[in-house]
């Protein structure tokens, strides 16, 4: 009686010694481990992104449950099946299933047709996105939930849960803000604009055509500036000939912005005395034309460079005011009228300019 009762406790110590190593298989059996696997960790616009969801380890799976969460901005969902694995099974679409704290989840599901389950290890099931944008979007594994054959459910757990996709740039910055122009002077003309805070912002193109604007740079374009300043004076045009410009921002790979617009037209400084030659007695009109608002100052020189009268000291005039008429009736600083001969008339601007025009006096 004493030896029965021996062998029974070895038995039963012997048996819980390994009850740990059931367990752990038994363990292994019910806990699938899933992972997903992408086709690409670099995308472009447009490419279509596919993501098996596999299994590495478990025992027999009737269906699946996955929550799986990606950023909708960046992917667009296309269409999911079934991989080898699941024969027969049909693919439910991914849902949105929006949680308390106002995220998104995507519900994905796969069921097996009637009397069908797998084994792992394999992918069970594959997702297909289309790419709409090109930043790092994450896919993550929120929770799982398998049903055995026996149709009792249970939560798994994933390896490598959280797959990164990282893009190849096609986003340009975005385009300049406030493209203005303003004539500056004869074949002369000054722009100012606002960069962009992209990021990614490295410098502003302003191509220059007289056939039109341009949508695009080539390398035919003439390119009139290439920096990262906000003020650009284009020299050295012909007046009365209208110029488009076309400007882009760009980045480092480059990608370019679609262009801004703005056109203009230099116009020359003109000074007209008329009649020339005149007579004191009925005095010279002086018409002064210049392309941006200013103040002018009118003097008249003799040919051997003497000062003969100050007309007009900071005179306001508006661009292109051709009707602004000025005169002058021959006479000096002093009152007298002057002597029959050539003389000279200056005009200078507030911004520089100096025109000279020739007048002859006949009395």
Same mark, same amino acid.
């Given at each position: 009686?004493?030896? #029965?009762?021996?062998?029974?406790? *070895?038995?039963?110590?012997?048996?819980?010694?390994?009850?740990?190593?059931?367990?752990?298989?038994?363990?292994?059996?019910?806990?699938?481990?899933?992972?997903?696997?992408?086709?690409?960790?670099?995308v472009t616009i447009g490419d279509t992104l596919t993501m098996?969801?596999?299994? *590495?380890? =478990?025992?027999s799976i009737k269906s699946v449950l996955?929550?799986?969460?990606?950023?909708?901005?960046?992917?667009?969902? #296309?269409?999911?099946?079934?991989?080898? #694995?699941?024969?027969?099974? *049909?693919?439910?679409?991914?849902?949105?299933h929006r949680q308390a704290?106002?995220?998104?989840?995507y519900l994905v599901g796969v069921i097996l047709g009637a009397g069908r389950y797998v084994k792992g290890p394999g992918v069970f099931?594959?997702?297909?996105?289309?790419?709409?944008?090109?930043?790092?979007?994450?896919?993550?594994?929120d929770s799982l939930k398998f049903m055995t054959p026996s149709l009792r459910y249970f939560n798994g757990s994933a390896d490598s849960a959280n797959s990164h996709i990282f893009p190849r740039d096609t986003f340009p910055p975005a385009p300049i803000s406030n493209f203005r122009v303003q004539e500056s002077g004869s074949g002369t003309l000054q722009f100012t604009w606002l960069n962009p805070n992209d990021d990614d912002f490295r410098g502003v193109k302003i191509l220059r055509s007289t056939a039109g604007f341009l949508d695009s740079v080539?390398? @035919?374009?003439?390119?009139?500036?290439?920096?990262? =300043?906000? @003020?650009?004076?284009?020299?050295?045009?012909?007046?009365?000939?209208?110029?488009?410009? @076309?400007?882009?921002?760009?980045?480092?790979?480059?990608?370019? @912005?679609?262009?801004?617009?703005?056109?203009a037209e230099p116009k020359a400084i003109y000074i007209y005395v008329f009649p020339n030659p005149f007579s004191p007695y009925n005095g010279a009109k002086i018409k002064a034309i210049f392309p941006y608002d200013t103040a002018i100052d009118v003097t008249i020189y003799?040919?051997?460079?003497?000062?003969?009268?100050?007309?007009?000291?900071?005179?306001?005039?508006?661009?292109?005011?051709?009707?602004?008429?000025?005169?002058?009736d021959g006479r000096n600083g002093n009152g007298d009228i002057v002597a029959n001969g050539v003389y000279y008339c200056i005009v200078k601007s507030a911004r520089g300019d100096k025109i000279i025009e020739k007048i002859a006096v006949v009395r």
């Amino acid at each position: 009686m004493k030896k #029965l009762q021996l062998s029974t406790i *070895t038995y039963i110590i012997r048996n819980l010694a390994l009850l740990p190593i059931f367990l752990s298989v038994l363990q292994a059996q019910t806990t699938p481990h899933v992972y997903l696997q992408l086709s690409s960790q670099t995308v472009t616009i447009g490419d279509t992104l596919t993501m098996d969801v596999g299994i *590495t380890q =478990g025992d027999s799976i009737k269906s699946v449950l996955i929550f799986l969460n990606y950023d909708e901005a960046r992917y667009h969902y #296309l269409n999911g099946y079934s991989a080898e #694995l699941f024969q027969e099974a *049909t693919f439910f679409d991914i849902h949105i299933h929006r949680q308390a704290d106002d995220s998104l989840l995507y519900l994905v599901g796969v069921i097996l047709g009637a009397g069908r389950y797998v084994k792992g290890p394999g992918v069970f099931f594959t997702v297909q996105f289309a790419a709409i944008d090109t930043g790092n979007a994450l896919f993550r594994v929120d929770s799982l939930k398998f049903m055995t054959p026996s149709l009792r459910y249970f939560n798994g757990s994933a390896d490598s849960a959280n797959s990164h996709i990282f893009p190849r740039d096609t986003f340009p910055p975005a385009p300049i803000s406030n493209f203005r122009v303003q004539e500056s002077g004869s074949g002369t003309l000054q722009f100012t604009w606002l960069n962009p805070n992209d990021d990614d912002f490295r410098g502003v193109k302003i191509l220059r055509s007289t056939a039109g604007f341009l949508d695009s740079v080539s390398a @035919s374009a003439t390119v009139v500036y290439d920096g990262h =300043g906000t @003020s650009f004076t284009d020299t050295n045009l012909k007046n009365r000939t209208i110029y488009y410009y @076309s400007a882009f921002t760009y980045d480092e790979i480059p990608n370019y @912005s679609r262009p801004v617009y703005v056109k203009a037209e230099p116009k020359a400084i003109y000074i007209y005395v008329f009649p020339n030659p005149f007579s004191p007695y009925n005095g010279a009109k002086i018409k002064a034309i210049f392309p941006y608002d200013t103040a002018i100052d009118v003097t008249i020189y003799d040919t051997v460079g003497n000062l003969v009268v100050k007309l007009y000291k900071d005179l306001a005039i508006q661009a292109n005011d051709a009707t602004l008429d000025l005169s002058w009736d021959g006479r000096n600083g002093n009152g007298d009228i002057v002597a029959n001969g050539v003389y000279y008339c200056i005009v200078k601007s507030a911004r520089g300019d100096k025109i000279i025009e020739k007048i002859a006096v006949v009395r």
